[in-house]
């Protein structure tokens, strides 16, 4: 469900040659944080700020650069893939490769792909992701479009809320690549609105992916495993994604599949939730305690006496 380019690598290009050359927009923006001066290198990606929804990917290798355009990309995505081929092209001396066509020259590339065929390719692969939530081959789940600056998650709610005026395809299509392009640039939408960090933790049960969740401050909460709710130097507690969203939903704003904007919950109603899922935790402790408790008093008396052998520190283990 992407478009390819494909050049030639006879030399390494940094992101200044490329960026400074003649056929890319000034306003073009490196995603990911990656460094000016670096060279291209693996997987990197350019986007026009607020007009991108996807971005345009580069990926390169030791004898190839790749340009590629995702599902979902606006006309100014397509626009800049074509300028950012013809750049490569040119820092390289080298033919660009479209897919599902032959080699072109600059001059030729230039001419063909055009003003025209970004209009015949605008809806690429569109038909597709519609078709299948149509029939269900997502089984209920989400599709993630991994956009120039955030993610945006595609599901049955997403599709039915955007195609319910009944209209035609092609506008349930632009809708949902404007939903695409203004979660990239969503402060121009939400004031105020802040963007917690997320990260990898390691559980029992293996890595999740968790977010803290602060008083005072109007939020994007993202897709993860936990929200962790914190006083300083009191209390903490972790809680699954789903149930905070539940708990909060009064005070939230659903913005795709997956992802809610959170309004701002002052330090008095944050501790109150904190305390109200903690208790909810301890309760789940005790009966894990009160479970194991009744195991051991129905194992057989000499399995009992060999718990209990046990120093109390290790019983629990």
Known sequence: MSFHFKIKKKQNISFKQLLENKYLPENTNISFEANFNELLNGYSKLYISKLSSRGVAITTTQNEFDVEVNVGATKEDWRLAVKISLALGELNDSLINPEF???KTLEQFENEYNEAWVE????????IIIQMFKEDKTRGGAM????????????????????????????????????????????DYEDEIE??????????????KIAIFPANFKVLLPKVDYVFL???NEAIVQVAYDDFIKYISTQSKRVDELQYIIYAVDESKHYNML???????DKKNEIKIESKIETITKLPTNKIEKIGTKKWWKFWK
């Open 275 to 281: 305390l109200h899922f903690k208790s909810l935790e």
């Open 120 to 127: 015949s390719v605008k809806y690429h692969s569109m038909s």
């Open 195 to 208: 963007f917690p960090s997320t990260r990898i933790m390691d559980f029992p049960e293996g890595e999740k």
């Open 101 to 103: 066509d032959d080699e």
């Open 144 to 187: 993630t479009f991994m956009g120039c600056i955030r993610h945006f998650y595609v599901g049955n709610y997403v599709i039915d809320t955007l195609s319910k005026d009944n209209e035609s395809e092609e506008l349930l299509y632009d809708r949902l690549i404007e939903e695409i392009r203004k979660i990239q640039f969503i402060e």
């Open 230 to 232: 914190m006083k300083k």
